[in-house]
């Protein structure tokens, strides 16, 4: 569900990939089932039963940074966790905590079918 407050966020953004994002997100919430999206820390973020699981972070002009995290804080049950990455794409930040980093919108178009299933994955862990 597309929220109107993404929309006017991402409408104002200057960061030069913007328009990617904006692909990144329509497929992502095409794609994914349960999700949907609100604004927080200034950033498009991802809901998915009414916890935060995916942000999109925009505060560098010269990449795109996807958060994948498990709400805000790191869970006590983090030890149980596990998504698979078929991809290769995710950088581990820790237990329930992974980066996707692009510096240029052709590789972030690139990967959208890639990611939309990575989230998929994501979720359902």
Partial sequence: MRDPDVDRLLAGSTH???ASVQRLR????????GLTEHV???SPSFVHDGTDRMTVNLAR?????????????VRADR????????????????????VVTWTDAQALDDAVPDVVD?????VRA
């Fill in 16 to 18: 030069p990939m913007t």
């Fill in 26 to 33: 329509s497929a992502v919430l095409d794609g994914v089932e």
């Fill in 40 to 42: 927080k820390w200034r």
């Fill in 61 to 73: 002009p010269d990449r795109v940074v996807l958060v994948l995290h498990r709400g805000a804080r």
């Fill in 79 to 98: 030890a149980g966790f596990s998504s698979t990455d078929p991809s290769g794409l995710l950088e581990w930040r820790g237990a329930d905590r992974a």
């Fill in 118 to 122: 990575l989230l998929g994955r994501w």
